[in-house]
């Protein structure tokens, strides 16, 4: 069996191209994507009960319009860690993308919940959301929070 330190590792490399990808660093997007993919599922076949390279490719999929995969994913990483916040966000971000917002604000407000210090994006990615259901009010609350935590 592999260390925990070796899968994190290995779940980790998949945030690299992601992070190209993002921040337009990589060669081709569709190469990250592609490998970013490949890392979380190496990754989901050292470990299948690890939820975050399930969450990575909730996102993952999603990017690439592959909705019932990004969604199958994302449920599972829930299934898998029902206390992780980051699979509830990732999760949130597939179901917005699929189109699906009004379902992804509460998965957004229960990330929120479960780890009130996270990442900034959360609070984007709900804005985000509210603005795609026509919640605009709340969703300039979201966004303000999230310009607040980078001050």
Request: glycine residues 6%.
């Amino acid at each position: 069996m592999l260390c925990a330190q070796s899968l994190i590792s290995l779940w980790a490399l998949g945030y690299y191209p992601h992070d190209g990808l993002l921040l337009g660093s990589g060669k081709s997007p569709q190469e990250s994507i592609e490998k970013a993919i490949d890392l979380a599922r190496k990754a989901i076949a050292l470990d299948d009960a690890y939820a975050h390279p399930h969450g990575l490719l909730s996102f993952l999929y999603s990017i690439k319009r592959e909705y019932e995969k990004a969604l199958a994913e994302g449920e599972r990483a829930v299934a898998l860690d029902p206390n992780g916040a980051d699979v509830y966000a990732w999760y949130a971000m597939s179901l917005t993308f699929a189109e699906r917002s009004e379902e992804a604000i509460p998965l957004f407000q229960k990330a929120i919940r479960l780890n009130p210090f996270g990442p900034t994006w959360y609070f984007f990615d709900l804005g985000n959301a509210l603005l795609i259901a026509e919640r605009y009010e709340e969703a300039v609350s979201a966004y303000k929070k999230a310009l607040q935590r980078l001050s």
